[in-house]
């Protein structure tokens, strides 16, 4: 199950209405579009009075588990494990984790409000223990979706994250606004409402507030549209370029287009799990300002674009494991060298802002000013793209298909949709992958040397691991030297994670076994021609 501290934030979630039977509520899938929770097979303990006052005073405990069964509460459990209640909130619903302490909390107003009496700490802790178990082992399983939620017949839906149960539907024939959809969200404390999209937008008002070069455009529009889809694998955005080229300004209305926040824009994370706690925060997580990448925040990054699992340890536990599993769009500001590992540069969309001159530089308060203003127009323009690629989308096979094909497929569809020549996406894409590579190599001192091996040597070599790194050493420059490898297998790691890079530039590394007993592992490298 997910840990305390981290399920505090699903909080006031717009769900599915109080009125469906019993007879719709079968199980759930995620992205699913049938209604999502319900009570099939969790009954109130049998020959309960809630009349009955004196009873409530003994057997507090089970009068409290007949109230929350009989409060209008709906009940469900996540594929995790975790089981949540969707209880009335004034005119809205909220989602709470009944291992929880807000749900403690509700269930001591339900008490209080029916008998005017504070029921004590230990009957809340076993009622709310009570009615988790009943909900894990009777309830129904459906998803829990943050901010996006996929549409199994295609397209998505987008929490609007107000006061009301309203979200937008958006599916290949346009997008309209339902007062309730029939989807689980959660609401996060810090997660801040959508206005209501209006027809008549244009993007063309985007690109006027945001500093991007017009060649990576359609790049950060594909990240918007995949963003809103809400599957992985996910790019991700890397905002790079000098002090004052607005790229913590771009980042805040990026996200703020899709998902906006009262914490727009988060430091580094110190962790892996600092990284999880956010990403279940929000749908965007958007990291602002880093100067440096450790090695377990660049593999995390590269988890989380692509939907892989994060272990800890359970709480209050010494031998459970809690696994999570978490896909978001990231976007991350920083300086040009931030990312340098091949694996995570292969996952990247590398946009370099221009610098801003004096004269053509606005107030950012005035930015913030024109895109509230704008934000309605400018978010139904981007469901109009969105609608259009999703109508494009089942029509899209690509020949010849890049690493983060489904990506690729992606850009294609809002390439159509937006009007532009065909290849358009593709070799804007190709071009920032080339940058995204040659950044690759010229972060490792090996590739350096292995040019410069490879121009001496007709373009071929062939020897060990060892014999390799011997001969780079001479090749290498000497303020590179430091960063070397002092191990062969440190330096064949290097290589097989530096393959895909090479080979893009021309370079084709092979790893193979000599020998009777095929003991010898031998390195071949050629530049091709």
């Not at 076993?126 to 909900?135: C, S, T």
């Not at 063309?204 to 990240?223: E, N, T």
């Amino acid at each position: 199950m997910q840990n305390n501290q981290d399920a505090a934030a699903l909080n006031a979630a717009g769900v599915s209405p109080p009125s469906l039977e019993a007879g719709d509520l079968a199980q759930v899938e995620a992205g699913t579009d049938a209604p999502p929770i319900g009570n099939q097979g969790i009954l109130p303990p049998s020959g309960i009075d809630l009349d009955d006052l004196e009873g409530a005073r003994k057997d507090q405990a089970t009068y409290l588990v007949a109230l929350a069964l009989t409060s209008g509460a709906r009940f469900f459990y996540t594929s995790a494990g975790e089981p949540f209640a969707v209880v009335p909130n004034g005119t809205g619903r909220r989602v709470v984790l009944l291992d929880d302490p807000a749900a403690a909390e509700w269930l001591t107003h339900l008490y209080y409000d029916r008998y005017g009496r504070v029921p004590g700490r230990g009957r809340v802790r076993g009622a709310v223990e009570l009615l988790a178990g009943l909900v894990k082992r009777r309830g129904t399983e459906c998803a829990l979706h943050l901010r996006v939620a996929p549409r199994a017949s295609g397209g998505f839906v987008l929490d609007l994250g107000g006061k009301d149960l309203a979200a937008v539907v958006v599916d290949a024939q346009g997008w309209r606004i339902e007062a309730d959809s029939g989807t689980c969200f959660s609401r996060p404390m810090t997660s801040r409402a959508l206005p209501n999209p209006r027809s008549g937008g244009d993007l063309r008002l985007l690109w006027q507030l945001l500093p991007l070069p017009d060649d990576d455009r359609l790049l950060v529009l594909a990240w918007l549209i995949a963003a809103l889809l809400g599957e992985a694998p996910f790019p991700i955005l890397l905002l790079t370029g000098e002090q004052g080229s607005g790229k913590s300004v771009t980042a805040r209305m990026l996200k703020g287009l899709i998902d906006p926040a009262e914490l727009d824009l988060r430091a580094e994370p110190k962790n892996i799990q600092d990284l999880v706690v956010g990403a279940r925060h929000a749908h965007v997580l958007a990291l602002d300002n880093l100067s440096s990448i450790s090695i377990a925040l660049s593999d995390g990054l590269c988890r989380m674009s692509t939907g892989g699992g994060f272990a800890t340890r359970t709480l209050f536990t010494t031998a459970d494991e809690t696994i999570i599993s978490v896909a978001r769009p990231v976007l991350v500001t920083g300086i040009d060298e931030l990312f340098t590992r091949a694996d995570l540069l292969d996952r990247t969309l590398l946009i370099a802002l221009p610098p801003i001159a004096p004269g053509v530089r606005q107030p950012e308060a005035e930015l913030r000013r024109r895109f509230h203003d704008q934000h309605g127009l400018l978010l139904g323009a981007l469901l109009d793209v969105a609608s259009r690629a999703v109508a494009e989308l089942p029509g899209i096979e690509l020949t010849a298909a890049p690493r983060m094909a489904d990506f690729a497929r992606l850009g294609v569809a809002v390439e159509r949709a937006v009007g532009l020549p065909d290849g358009t996406f593709l070799a804007a894409y190709e071009s920032n992958r080339l940058a995204a590579h040659a950044v690759a190599l010229e972060s490792a001192p090996v590739a350096a040397g292995l040019e410069k091996l490879l121009a001496e040597n007709g373009g071929n070599w062939q020897g060990t691991a060892s014999e390799l790194l011997e001969l780079l050493a001479l090749y290498v420059p000497e303020r590179a030297r430091r960063a070397m490898p002092v191990m062969p297998k440190n330096l064949s790691d290097i290589l097989r994670r530096l393959t895909p890079n090479l080979r893009a530039v021309g370079i084709e590394v092979e790893f193979k076994r000599l020998g009777d007993q095929m003991r010898t592992r031998q390195i071949r490298i050629e530049k091709r021609s």
